[in-house]
């Protein structure tokens, strides 16, 4: 049974560029919720994806957007990054609002230079 | 802003030891409370959820609950080595977003 997978598990990027992550949902889940993860930090929610539209959204600016597809999965997108953009992004997934937990991926660490 | 409390640590014990590990939740509407355990340089892995006061079991982990002091609890019995690892309590709030507190470094010593 397939976990949660994310790629790319690393990623360097300059200031000011864009950057793509992907996720693919553990098997019967619908729900996919993205995470950043400052080092030494608890995982500070971005947003929720539920039948292809975002549901919920943390503090996080305008240029962190999502998108989910008809198969579950979801990609994070950040535009104009900045060098406190570092972090180790999670995605995770569940089964409707999660009520069970979530399951979370390896992540995909983001290094901004 | 609804926030999730804990101790940074670390918090050192013996091994064989109990380890308790301590959270606090600001939005008592939150139902649902979750520990993950996370492993340096890993993603944070479920180890137990609890809903209801009081406590739950499961092999040497157990959660507490007491929903009026906005408090949750994990102790560790019998504590290995290989528990040595970020815990990380997470809260379920009211509007159904899982919320994490910054975690609390657990050392076992051999």
């Known amino acids: 049974d397939a976990g949660v997978t994310q790629s790319p598990t690393h990623l360097i990027k300059t200031r000011g560029q864009q950057v793509t992550l992907r996720c693919s949902p553990k098997?019967?889940?619908?729900?996919v919720s993205w995470y950043q993860q400052a080092l030494g930090q608890g995982p500070q929610f971005i947003f929720q994806y539920y039948e292809e539209e975002e549901r919920q959204r943390g503090n996080f600016p305008d240029r962190f957007s999502g998108h989910q597809f008809p198969n579950y999965s979801s990609e994070l997108n950040v535009n104009a990054l900045l060098l406190g953009d570092s972090a180790l992004y999670l995605c995770?997934?569940?089964?409707?609002?999660?009520?069970?937990?979530?399951?979370f991926g390896s992540g995909t660490r983001l290094t901004v230079v | 802003q609804k926030e999730v409390e804990q101790n940074s640590g670390p918090l050192s014990v013996p091994e064989g030891a109990i380890a308790s590990l301590n959270c606090t939740y600001s939005?008592?509407?939150?139902?649902?409370f979750f520990w993950y355990r996370q492993y340096s340089g890993k993603s944070p892995e479920l180890i137990m959820f609890?809903?209801?006061?009081g406590d739950k079991e499961d092999g040497r982990f157990t959660a507490q609950l007491n929903k009026a002091s906005q408090y949750v609890s994990l102790l560790i019995r019998d504590s290995q080595p290989s528990d040595s690892a970020t815990y990380l309590c997470a809260v379920m709030d009211s509007s159904y977003k899982l919320i994490f507190g910054s975690g609390t470094r657990l050392l076992v010593r051999p």
């Open positions: 609890i809903y209801s006061n």
């Open positions: 995770a997934s569940s089964l409707g609002a999660g009520s069970g937990g979530y399951t």
């Open positions: 939005d008592r509407g939150s139902q649902s």
């Open positions: 098997s019967g889940h619908d729900t």
